[in-house]
Structures are given as C-alpha cells and as structure tokens.
C-alpha cells in the first residue's frame, strides 16, 4: 500500500509564487502517472495538473495553464507544483495523487495524500 | 459551476437504498468511464468506484455504479452511518483534455 505525503503549502500574497511537493513510498513511482487535485475552503474537488510516469507529457486545467507547472524526480520519488502568479482563487487544499494502473495517464485516483493548504491573500 | 452535475444533497435512514446521480456530456461521460470517490468530513478522498462498476479491493459491495449514455449512479444499499460523506464523480473529458468532477452530493445518514 502505497503512501503520499504533501508539503510546501503556506500563505502568499497575490502574485506570488509557491512550489509544492509530494513524497510516494510503497511503490514504484516512476511507473505511475501522478496528478495534483485541489479544494478550495467549502468547495469541490478541482482536477489541476497530471503527469506521465517517465515525465514526458503534462496536462493542465484550463483555470492554470500557463500558470502552473508540474514535474516530478523518479529518483527522489517526488511529484512537483510550481505555481507562479498565484491568485485568491488559487486558495484550496493541495492533494496530489496516484494513478491506478501502471502505464497508463487517464486513470482513476486511488492513492491521494493528505494535503497541503494554500492560501493567497493579501 | 462544475463540467459533471450532482444533485448537490441526499439522504436516507439507515438500511435504506440511496442513488447519486451525475450527469455529464458526450466528451466526458459519454465517451469515457467513470469513477466515484467518498470523502469523510476533513480527510482525503477515497477512490469508491472505477471503470463505471468496478470496487477497489476493500469497498463494500454495498457500493455499486452504473452508467448509461452520458450519465451514471453510484448507489448504496444497507445505508450505514459511517456511509455519512461527499462523493464525487468524475471522468476525463476528451475536449478539455482533463479530468472534470462533479460538484459533488453531500449524503446525509439520518
């Protein structure tokens, strides 16, 4: 059974930049593809940004893109979230979590971690 | 306003039947499978279903899901209190290239 830790989270002011990290342990990583989630306070789960397993195709919500960049380090088993020109709406709980099957880039979520707060606030 | 729409509310009493619904379009649902996710009050959310009808080892079989068209169902039978959680559909969405989510539907246990 597999595990992700999040951290980085913390508060900000609009127009300023935070990177997040997650840890995996318990499996192999680099075979998954990985994805950030987020929920902002009292609200739904938003899909954020998702990589490939090896890295080499990324994806992004349309409310992010060009904003945002994930990458991850197969050697440190850790998944990345550069977010850069951080807004209030951007306030939410980070999860990052793990694709299902090995290989495969559109999967369901079955590992999540516990999540990393960010606030954007002036 | 969220791609995937839920009736944003349901409940029953325990022992009862409950049916979630979601509603989706022809580049999500539509034309791709399904999955379900349970979230407990202040913790991470838990994959329920995946692949429309499919439990991951150690969800009850009291779950199920459905799909038909560009809509699915997430129902649970023998409604037990610790069942009480926001659940949330989900699918990839062809022309967003994305995953969308439902708004979700709060399950109240009376």
């Known amino acids: 059974e597999g595990q992700l830790l999040e951290s980085g989270g913390g508060s900000v002011q609009p127009g300023g930049s935070l990177r997040l990290s997650c840890v995996a342990s318990?499996?192999?990583?680099?075979?998954?593809?990985m994805s950030w989630v987020r929920q902002a306070p009292g609200k739904g789960l938003e899909w954020v940004s998702g990589?490939?397993?090896?890295?080499?195709?990324?994806y992004f919500a349309g409310s992010v893109k060009g904003r945002f960049t994930i990458s991850r380090d197969n050697s440190k088993k850790t998944l990345y979230l550069q977010m850069n020109s951080l807004r209030a709406e951007d306030t939410a709980v980070y999860y990052c979590a793990k694709v299902r099957r090995e290989g495969y880039n559109y999967d369901a979520f079955d590992i999540w971690g516990q999540g990393t707060m960010v606030t954007v606030s002036s | 306003q969220s791609v995937l729409t839920q009736t944003p509310s349901a409940s029953g009493t325990p022992g009862q039947r409950v049916t979630i619904s979601c509603s989706g379009s022809?580049?999500?649902?539509?034309?791709?499978?399904v999955k379900w996710y349970q979230q407990l009050s202040g913790t991470a959310p838990k994959l329920l279903i995946y692949n429309n009808n499919q439990r991951p080892s150690g969800v009850p079989d009291r779950f199920s899901g459905s799909k038909s068209g560009a809509s699915a169902s997430l129902a649970i039978s023998g409604l037990q209190s610790e069942d009480e959680a926001d659940y949330y559909c989900?699918?990839?969405?062809?022309?967003?290239?994305?995953?969308?989510f439902g708004g979700g539907t709060k399950l109240t246990v009376l």
């Open positions: 989900a699918a990839w969405d062809d022309s967003l290239n994305g995953w969308v």
């Open positions: 022809s580049s999500n649902i539509g034309s791709n499978t």
């Open positions: 318990g499996f192999t990583f680099s075979s998954y593809a």
């Open positions: 990589i490939s397993g090896l890295g080499g195709s990324t």
